[in-house]
């Protein structure tokens, strides 16, 4: 049984920081990219970063990048996003996802965790 299962949301101040961790479970994930997702009430689901797990490649979304760093613990088939200086916006229910390419694109995504609730007090 494949699952992802992410862990360290929470309700934090402006400027504080926090550690998302993605477990996965269940399959190889070694060819996959490793994605990380959030979704903001009354919005659509938004790509925030990705990697795969050689971390030969990453991507941010442009308003994480110099706050956010996605890394991978492959010995523990763990995926991090720690985030830095957090906003109001970043406010929304964070998504661990596995997909076959290193996309932005929610649907290239095969595998999905339930959702850590970040929740950013101004």
């Known amino acids: 049984q494949v699952q992802l299962v992410e862990s360290g949301g929470g309700l934090v101040q402006a400027g504080d920081s926090l550690r998302l961790s993605c477990a996965a479970s269940g399959r190889t994930f070694s060819s996959y990219a490793m994605g990380w997702f959030r979704q903001a009430p009354g919005k659509e689901r938004e790509f925030v970063s990705a990697?795969?797990?050689?971390?030969?490649?990453?991507a941010y979304v442009s308003s994480a990048k110099g706050r956010f760093t996605i890394s991978t613990d492959n010995a523990k088939n763990t995926v991090y996003l720690q985030m830095n200086s957090l906003k109001p916006e970043d406010t929304a229910v964070y998504y661990c996802?596995?997909?076959?390419?290193?996309?932005?694109?929610?649907?290239?995504?095969?595998?999905w965790g339930q959702g850590t609730r970040v929740t950013v007090s101004s």
């Open positions: 996802a596995a997909g076959r390419v290193l996309d932005a694109r929610p649907g290239l995504y095969d595998y």
């Open positions: 990697t795969t797990w050689t971390g030969n490649g990453t």
